[in-house]
């Protein structure tokens, strides 16, 4: 069975802060990816990753990084928090380009 | 981004009762996904659908990969309390995008013991 999980399920910042979530498989699949969920907005993406060291723009990078340095791994980076990154953060990931995505359980990010 | 039509956005049926919802897109997808998510958890993966026109079943789940590559159904049969949740279709592979997944808005379904 695939396995994704994530560092944290809920997690509590202030705004200004620098958050890292975290993202680990253990399938050895090729790519990774972040979303973020919200009511009315349904899945979003935000960044992915189809080899170590290299990512690609989703649909929401503003206020994001990512860093993918080893091939199990995939962190996100909220450089500077602020209020409207108050979010579900769903990590992925998935063997090759056209396979199915397997997703972690989750984190819950408030930022106050 | 583009998003799939999904319908209905919500559903409330008796124990027992057999469920069907469907994506329907005006683009061709290559893949075609069915997640199901509880509140608070993950998306977890019911059906994975590869080939136009593919039928594939999982337990009490059927979908089916619609003949156009524009759509997918999924039924679900003899359902359970712990069907209750929230079924998400997703395609893959639109317009050379190989890796986006786009989703539908999903659909809320409750059951009634």
């Known amino acids: 069975d695939v396995k994704v999980t994530q560092s944290s399920r809920y997690l509590v910042k202030r705004t200004g802060e620098k958050v890292f979530l975290e993202c680990v498989q253990d399938m050895d699949h090729e790519n990774m990816f972040w979303y973020r969920q919200d009511p009315g907005l349904g899945l979003r993406l935000i960044y992915f990753?189809?080899?170590?060291?290299?990512?690609e723009k989703g649909d929401i990078p503003e206020g994001y990084s990512v860093s993918r340095e080893k091939k199990e791994r995939f962190s996100l980076i909220l450089e500077s928090a602020s209020t409207n990154q108050t979010s579900m953060y769903l990590c992925?990931?998935?063997?090759?380009?056209?396979?199915?995505?397997?997703f972690g359980p989750g984190t819950r990010l408030t930022v106050t | 981004g583009q998003q799939l039509n999904q319908s209905p956005q919500s559903m409330f049926i008796q124990e027992g009762e057999d469920v069907s919802m469907n994506c329907t897109s005006s683009s061709i997808f290559n893949t075609w996904l069915w997640y199901k998510q509880d509140p608070g958890e993950g998306p977890v993966l019911l059906i994975a659908?590869?080939?136009?026109?593919e039928l594939t079943s999982n337990g009490r789940l059927t979908a089916q990969f619609g003949i156009t590559r524009k759509d997918s159904f999924l039924n679900i049969s003899a359902s359970i309390p712990s069907d209750v949740g929230i079924y998400f279709c997703a395609g893959l592979g639109s317009g050379g995008s190989n890796y986006k997944l786009t989703f539908g808005k999903g659909t809320l379904l409750t059951v009634n013991p």
């Open positions: 992925a990931s998935s063997l090759s380009g056209q396979d199915e995505q397997y």
């Open positions: 990753s189809y080899d170590v060291k290299m990512k």
């Open positions: 659908l590869y080939k136009a026109g």
